[in-house]
T-cell receptor, first 114, second 114 residues
Framework: GNSVTQMEGPVTLSEEAFLTINCTYT??????LFWYVQYPGEGLQLLLK?????DKGSNKGFEATYRKETTSFHLEKGSVQVSDSAVYFC?????????????FGKGTMLLVSP | GAGVSQSPSNKVTEKGKDVELRCDPI?????LYWYRQSLGQGLEFLIY????????KSGLPSDRFSAERTGGSVSTLTIQRTQQEDSAVYLC????????????FGDGTRLSIL
């Protein structure tokens, strides 16, 4: 079956540091890939997505590139802020007859200190 | 416009009681999903609705779990004879129809079974 593997956290960084959160996946077919973010006490928010190989999703300074050859979708940001502290989930869509069940990684907590 | 709304935000109940969790999706979203987020298992898919029908119930963990949706809008997830292992955050998401449509999540219901 499909699966998503993320680096374990917490990832602890100082403000303005460079961020990478690794994500690799196993899937049949050609899934779409997503990063969701969960701030404390809130639900999941879509951060960015990519629907085919070599697509780059980007939002709020975050980027991730769909790499089919390495089955990866690593999340990067050049300069993190304290407000980026949250849990980040990598996910893939398991497309079935017109709908997409999401398969999630276990989440990576990011802690950014001033 | 309003996002996905879930109620209650927190629910504490005794083992063996029944509970109902409610989800109000974004207006016009035909697709509705329930997920469960627990410490040990991460985020797991439970059930998918297309309109009022549920073509995919493959994630429901036991026959104590059921869900319905009425008027193509509000959905209720019911857990009968609750067990301690049911303690988790239950998340609802909605989207437009289509395989790669992004899912929009509510803030979840935190369920605690004493």
């Amino acid at each position: 079956g499909n699966s998503v593997t993320q680096m374990e956290g917490p990832v602890t960084l100082s403000e303005e540091a460079f961020l990478t959160i690794n994500c690799t996946y196993t899937a049949t077919g050609y899934p779409s890939l997503f990063w969701y973010v969960q701030y404390p006490g809130e639900g999941l928010q879509l951060l960015l997505k990519a629907t085919k190989a070599d697509d780059k999703g980007s939002n709020k300074g975050f980027e991730a590139t769909y790499r089919k050859e390495t089955t990866s979708f690593h999340l990067e940001k050049g300069s993190v802020q304290v407000s980026d502290s949250a849990v980040y989930f990598c996910a893939l869509s398991d497309e079935n007859s017109g709908y997409s069940t999401l398969t999630f990684g276990k989440g990576t907590m990011l802690l950014v200190s001033p | 416009g309003a996002g996905v709304s879930q109620s209650p935000s927190n629910k504490v109940t005794e083992k063996g009681k029944d509970v109902e969790l409610r989800c109000d999706p974004i207006s016009g979203h035909t697709a509705l999903y329930w997920y469960r987020q627990s410490l040990g298992q991460g985020l797991e898919f439970l059930i998918y609705f297309q309109g009022n029908s549920a073509p995919d119930k493959s994630g429901l963990p036991s026959d104590r779990f059921s869900a319905e949706r009425t008027g193509g809008s509000v959905s209720t997830l019911t857990i009968q004879r609750t067990q301690q292992e049911d303690s988790a955050v239950y998340l609802c998401a909605s989207s437009l129809l289509g395989g790669n449509q992004p899912q929009h999540f509510g803030d979840g219901t935190r369920l605690s079974i004493l």
